[in-house]
């Protein structure tokens, strides 16, 4: 079973990154993360919004979904913005195209990272934490966890509802796609939230006492206390397409960035405006559409690629019923 990412408690949200990893990962999310992480960094905004994302960037789940090659440079970009006119999504076409980079074949396999350590270790349900000397006499903590369900749609919608995770409705898909998997994002214990300080000072202290009593040890791992999740991710597939959506609630913003391959425009669906873009890539469509719901104060992402069966019509009445059922909860 894929397993979700370590992530650093201090360093930029990756989904998510809904991202994932328990939440997949998008073929170009590192080259973009790297990207925005040069404008802002996850402590700037933990202290001003404890429970919240900052501009959490929609280019997880979006460089590599969405039809005609785009002239736009990086400095023109699409926004959306709440009744009160504050910006809730911006999406932006770089003045660059995806190149895709086959992966080399590895003639032996790497020693196990410490992520791979803690990842045999682990359970469904779980969230793990793990903390490593850094050399230096300073400890980090990282996390792991697995939230996956594989079963149904009604036990991902069940799991989402115990964890006041933000709840994405069943889709109206074309013919032949089935459930693939469900999961959540767990609010991962860090020392500047007000609500999970409490849990990293115990995991903290913790591992500062296995330090002194298991001394020579280079890696300590204790389970997590959660109880809240502020992402959700759901994927469907026939035998060629995914369709993958995404929520992220109480985020302060979302920030997309498609490569030039894509083109991007703005509808309106219900009432509500939605950003479409597409591209196609090696052949294949790429479709994505992000939106924000003001009453759910929710971010929501859909992304859909793999077939050439998949028509823009067809992914545009996907987006069409979640954006209606999404708006009507």
């Given at each position: 079973m894929e397993r979700e ?6 360093e930029?949200?990756k989904?998510?990154?809904l991202?994932n ?6 073929d170009i999310s590192?080259?973009v993360m790297?990207?925005i992480?040069?404008?802002?960094t ?5 202290g001003r ?12 789940g ?8 785009s002239?736009?440079a990086?400095s023109?970009?699409?926004q ?6 504050e ?8 003045d660059?195209p995806?190149l ?9 396999s790497p020693?196990?990272?410490?992520r ?6 682990i ?11 850094n ?14 369900i594989?079963?149904?749609y009604t036990d ?11 709840a994405i409705p069943?889709p ?5 796609f ?23 000072d115990r995991?903290?202290?913790?591992f500062e006492?296995?330090a002194?009593?298991?001394p020579?040890k280079?890696?300590?791992?204790e ?9 959700s991710?759901l ?9 993958r959506?995404?929520a992220?609630?109480?985020a302060i913003?979302?920030?997309a ?8 425009q703005?509808?309106?669906i ?14 294949f ?7 924000y ?8 992402r859909?992304?859909a ?5 998949l028509t ?5 009445r ?5 954006v209606k059922?999404?708006?009507?909860r």
């Amino acid at each position: 079973m894929e397993r979700e990412r370590s992530i650093h408690a201090c360093e930029n949200i990756k989904a998510q990154g809904l991202s994932n990893d328990q939440i997949e990962p998008i073929d170009i999310s590192e080259a973009v993360m790297r990207r925005i992480g040069e404008r802002q960094t996850a402590g700037r905004f933990q202290g001003r919004a404890p429970h919240r994302w900052a501009f959490i960037c929609a280019a997880i789940g979006l460089a590599v979904m969405l039809s005609t090659a785009s002239v736009l440079a990086a400095s023109e970009y699409l926004q959306l913005r709440n009744r009160d006119g504050e910006v809730k999504v911006r999406s932006e076409i770089a003045d660059h195209p995806l190149l895709v980079v086959p992966q080399p074949e590895e003639e032996n396999s790497p020693a196990p990272s410490y992520r791979d350590r803690v990842l045999a270790q682990i359970k469904p349900g779980q969230l793990l934490a793990y903390s490593i000397d850094n050399g230096n006499g300073t400890r980090s903590i990282q996390y792991v966890f697995d939230t996956r369900i594989e079963s149904s749609y009604t036990d991902f919608a069940q799991l989402a509802a115990g964890k006041s995770a933000p709840a994405i409705p069943e889709p109206e898909l074309p013919d032949g796609f089935a459930f693939d998997y469900g999961s959540v994002h767990p609010i991962l214990p860090i020392a500047d939230n007000d609500v999970t300080h409490a849990e990293y000072d115990r995991l903290l202290t913790l591992f500062e006492q296995r330090a002194e009593s298991e001394p020579g040890k280079d890696l300590y791992v204790e389970e997590a206390h959660w109880t809240e999740a502020n992402s959700s991710e759901l994927e469907y597939s026939n035998r060629q397409a995914t369709v993958r959506i995404q929520a992220i609630k109480d985020a302060i913003g979302m920030e997309a960035l498609f490569p030039s391959n894509y083109s991007q425009q703005i509808h309106t669906i219900g009432g509500i405006e939605v950003i479409l873009a597409q591209a196609e890539i090696q052949g294949f469509p790429n479709f994505a559409a992000i939106w924000y719901d003001e009453v759910s104060s929710t971010h929501y992402r859909v992304s859909a690629s793999g077939s050439v069966e998949l028509t823009a019509e067809a992914f545009n009445r996907i987006v069409a019923s979640l954006v209606k059922l999404t708006a009507s909860r």
